[in-house]
């Protein structure tokens, strides 16, 4: 919200001075509370880790104890202890029957109300009405939002009139060098077919 905040003062025509006492939230050593902690999960908390921030999470399984201890994370068996100590919570959970609709308006009366929630996974995990809601009357501070339901949402819709949400366009892997090692890595998939090979990355349906 800061840096979003800070574009539109830095380039507005009605801009004279930077106030002084315009004060953002820290990052560094701010608690950050990881749902879902699969592959991707566990790289933000690598990345995290970088910033001294304290590192909780929640899963359907417990990371080992040594992949644990080189990220610094610490696991919550309830959701809700992590909700309510994170001040800022990142769902990086796949969208299934358990998941759709994870956080509603429970989930985020139970976030400090300086809280930001970041979902970076798929829209429907996150209970829409009840976040336009929670932005609305300051249960939490902020969320940050590359995913929503549906993309792009209706031009009307109440999340894109809050100036304390930032929404980007499901850009989360949109890199030059991140296509390029999908692509690579489908490939080395259909190659390891066509030449009767084990599928590097083989997909098993649930």
């Known amino acids: 919200m800061y840096l979003h905040a800070g574009c539109q003062i830095a ?8 106030a002084v006492d315009w004060l953002g939230v820290e990052v560094t050593r701010a608690t950050l509370g990881i749902i879902g902690m699969g592959r991707i999960g566990y790289k933000v908390a ?31 068996a309830k959701m809700e202890d992590l909700l309510q100590q ?12 358990e998941t759709h609709k994870l956080i509603g308006k429970k989930e985020m009366g139970l976030m400090k109300p300086t809280a930001t929630l970041i979902n970076i996974s798929r829209g429907a995990v996150i209970d829409q009405d009840a976040l336009v809601e ?11 939002l590359d995913v929503t339901y ?50 590097p990355s083989e997909v098993f349906p649930k």
């Not at 080189?70 to 696991?75: D, E, I, L, S, T």
């Not at 929670?134 to 940050?144: E, F, G, W």
């Open 134 to 144: 929670a932005l609305q009357h300051k249960v939490i501070r902020a969320a940050a």
């Open 86 to 97: 994170s001040d800022f919570v990142i769902l990086v959970v796949n969208l299934t029957p």
């Open 46 to 76: 690598q990345r995290a880790r970088a910033f001294n921030m304290r590192i909780l999470y929640h899963n359907r399984s417990r990371r080992r104890k040594e992949e644990e201890e080189a990220v610094g994370a610490h696991y919550c």
């Open 150 to 199: 549906p993309e792009p949402l209706p031009r009307d819709h109440p999340l894109l009139n809050l100036n304390n949400v930032i929404i980007t366009p499901h850009i989360g892997t949109a890199t030059v060098q991140a296509i390029h090692m999908m692509a690579e890595e489908a490939i080395a998939n259909m190659l390891a077919v066509l030449n009767g090979q084990p599928i």
């Open 11 to 18: 380039v507005s025509p009605d801009t004279k001075y930077f």
